[in-house]
């Protein structure tokens, strides 16, 4: 049974970004305990890197997953951009897109496309810590926009569909 660590981005004094009240390290700790509990239903080993609401530094967590011989990485969280409902959609950053990573992130991509949201497609980036310190393949997936309220339309009316979609596409890809 693949064991899959599930990153609820941010938590504790870091919020990540905000809109209106709304926090992203709340909206991905819900959406990352959602997508887990679909997992472990499936019979996935799931570690969570948080299941309340703390702080640990990027590069810890992913010397936590290491240390627990994780097969794969997930980090949820919600995007933001420097004006309110300029941009919308969802994004999927690996380490390297021809990879096992970059499979995952076209297929959960591909999944969350079909609730609704537009595809920003996937994004190589080597200097963020969960992709490149993980000895696993990793994703960071940015679920919508938190500043455009669309997104936040989307997230709160189709939750279960959004966890459904994340957890599929990385179902589809063990």
Same mark, same amino acid.
């Given at each position: 049974m693949p064991t899959v660590v599930i990153d609820a981005g941010h938590g504790g004094s870091d919020f990540g970004a905000t809109y209106m009240g709304?926090?992203?390290?709340?909206?991905?700790?819900?959406?990352?305990?959602?997508?887990?509990?679909?997992?472990?239903?499936?019979?996935?080993?799931?570690?969570? @890197?948080? @299941?309340n609401d703390v702080y640990e530094a990027?590069?810890?967590? &992913?010397?936590?997953?290491? &240390?627990?011989?994780?097969?794969?990485?997930?980090?949820?969280?919600?995007?933001?951009?420097?004006?309110?409902?300029?941009? @919308?959609?969802?994004?999927?950053?690996?380490?390297?897109?021809?990879?096992?990573?970059?499979?995952?992130?076209?297929?959960?991509?591909?999944?969350? @496309?079909?609730?609704?949201? &537009?595809?920003?497609g996937i994004q190589e980036r080597t200097n963020l810590a969960v992709l490149r310190r993980t000895n696993m393949p990793a994703v960071l997936v940015e679920v919508g926009f938190i500043n455009t309220d669309r997104d936040n339309a989307r997230f709160d009316s189709r939750f279960n569909e959004i966890a459904e979609a994340i957890a599929d596409g990385i179902l589809d890809s063990i």
């Open positions: 709304r926090r992203e390290k709340d909206d991905s700790l819900n959406l990352a305990l959602a997508v887990g509990n679909i997992l472990k239903n499936n019979g996935i080993n799931v570690i969570y @890197t948080r @299941t990027p590069a810890s967590k &992913a010397r936590d997953a290491n &240390a627990a011989n994780a097969d794969y990485f997930i980090s949820i969280h919600r995007n933001s951009s420097p004006y309110s409902n300029q941009y @919308t959609g969802i994004e999927s950053l690996v380490y390297n897109r021809n990879s096992i990573a970059g499979r995952i992130a076209e297929n959960i991509n591909r999944n969350l @496309t079909g609730v609704g949201f &537009a595809n920003q």
